[in-house]
């Protein structure tokens, strides 16, 4: 009885732990799996980089895929490490490529004018 007070009690004080270790690790999973299998197809080094401090996978995975989907298909067409460096940690996919598209655009078009790795600095979440 004493032993399932102790993991009852250290169980609901790990709790929150425990969810932000399973947004972690789901993202690390879906960024790792084979593309055939449903995933990224991120090597090891990359999918913990993006899922490293993961609160919302979803919005995280989701800012992955459209920065890095080419052009012609929708996406911002940035390359791997880019889209990386702009979602890990996002809380909100869509305001992230939004401020990258605006950021990047050219002045004429309503854009900054930045230069895709400012554009990026300037969007991206800031570490906490």
Known sequence: MKHC???LLISSFLQPFISH???VTDCFNTAWEHPDNGGLGLNRG???????GAKDTTEILTCFV?????PDNGGLGLNRGQAIDLCKRTPNAEESVTCLAKAW????DGGLGLHLGGAI???KQPLN
């Open 21 to 23: 270790a399973t947004a």
């Open 105 to 108: 655009a050219h002045q004429d």
């Open 46 to 52: 990359q999918a913990i980089e993006l899922c490293q």
């Open 121 to 123: 600095d300037l969007c």
């Open 5 to 7: 007070l102790k993991m």
């Open 66 to 70: 459209f920065s890095y989907k080419h």
